[in-house]
């Protein structure tokens, strides 16, 4: 693992050039161009804004603060996730001309998103101040949840990079999956809250997003510290990471042939 | 010194009929592993050794299928072998076919970039050869112009241009002239002249005509093994007399050889 690393270190011009062209395509070709990087993230919020307000008459003061402190992060997986899935056979062109370290391209999907992400902070921001978060220290902690994050999301990442190159249909089955890991994860609602109380434990520990998310909405909204259940998120994340690179070093001479 | 040395090299792909047919190949692979079976195997190349000295222009030649492609590639290091070994010292430069490693949607300058860093070129090098690069594509003001919207001319001249001025040990091409004018092969020509001796050259070709001009040495590939290698002039005498048997029709040889 730490040769990938390194072998991925050397050739981070390509990691480099790869999301810059990435995120340049993206946005080429429509009107409003890069503007999209935040409606993007503003409209999916209005789009839950309606369905939880109005539609199912919900809500609580902090509530658009709330959702919009998960969504932002739950996207950035799902992004990650879904454009890992292809990632290697939609550049059967360079893949198969030169030779570079292949995990180059799931996580051209990561930093692509991270950015995103990070639009999404952009707008987040004044909605605290809108809507009243409790300010705190604890906001500190961000850097240390985003980190987690990325830690996990490498990994699945990873996995999903070497099943999407074998299978064509993971990328429908993934589709399927994050939508329901989507709705049984706290985004729209709090764990507290949904949850009934005697599958609260098991919960926690076997939905690794249940305590991130609850950390995001914790530390920016609700002005406390993380969840102590994010540790189960930071295990997890650990593991998959070592799998998911140890996994597709096992298979990474195989994807090139694969295609 | 022996710059590029192949030792008893075999590439197996498994057989895939449709494509469409990959998720269940996938689960009746997981099944057949258990057993142990490999019947669908296709060996691409197969017992392959050859050495090529620093310096050498080698003519790869075959038919259609023969594994011309795929040893470009082991030697590029995009295919591990599966068995024998495969040495390679220096850095590699690649001229795949038409606009491989092109992507569509960026601008020629974008893909000039992309392509230098992968092959290994740090960006303030990429900088100095830029000018270099779009000037022998003579693309103009397209270089700002997504690639897709190339003519194919303009995709073999800026393919071209880069891989002749990414200054690397060994340069590999497959089908140099894929499409382009008489005034770019002549350009194309000049360009290969200057590097040969200089740099180590591997071509595929099916034009013989190209392969005698330039090569100091010819490997005939059929169905993934080598048939005879040497003398430009002598392989491809044979090459050409049994493509005549086989075929049975000088018609063929013809658009073979053109």
Known sequence: ??????????????????????????NKNKVLGFLWSFLDPL????????????????SEPQFPILLFSALLSWRWFISSLSGSVNSVTSKVGLVRTVRFPLAILPLTKIIGGFFDLMFGFVILLPMLFIFEANFSVNMLW??????????????ASLICAVLGTYLSDLTNIIQFVLRLWFYMSPVMYSVQSRIPERYQTIYWFVNPFAGLLESYKNILVRGLP????VAVAAVMAVVVFVVGFWYFARDEHKLVKAI | MEIIKVTDLGIRFKMVKRKRARTRDFLMDRLNSLRNSSSSDFWALKHVSLSVIKGDTVGVIGRNGSGKSTLLRVIAGVYPPDEGKVSVEGEVSTLFGLGAGFQPELSGLDNIYLNGVLMGLPKKEIDGILDKIIEFAELGEFIDMPVRTYSSGMHSRLGFAIAMNVTKDIVLIDEL?????????????????????????????HSMPTIQRFANKVIWLDKGQIVAQGDPKEVIQQYLTALRINAGSIQRVMTDTR
Request: charged share 25%; with cysteine; aromatic share 10%.
């Open chain 1, 1 to 26: 693992m730490i040769d990938q690393l390194r072998s991925i270190w050397q050739r981070r011009e390509v990691l480099f050039y790869l999301v810059k062209y990435e995120l340049k395509a993206e």
């Open chain 1, 43 to 58: 409209l999916l919020l209005v789009t839950y804004i309606v369905l939880v307000v109005f539609i199912f008459q919900r």
């Open chain 1, 142 to 155: 961000l850097p240390v949840l985003l980190l987690i994050q990325l830690i996990g999301t490498i990994g």
């Open chain 1, 226 to 229: 993380p969840s102590e259940y």
């Open chain 2, 177 to 205: 002239m894929g499409a382009g004018d008489e005034s770019f092969r002549k350009k194309c020509d000049q360009e290969l002249s200057r590097i040969i001796g200089e740099r180590t050259i591997v071509m595929v070709s």
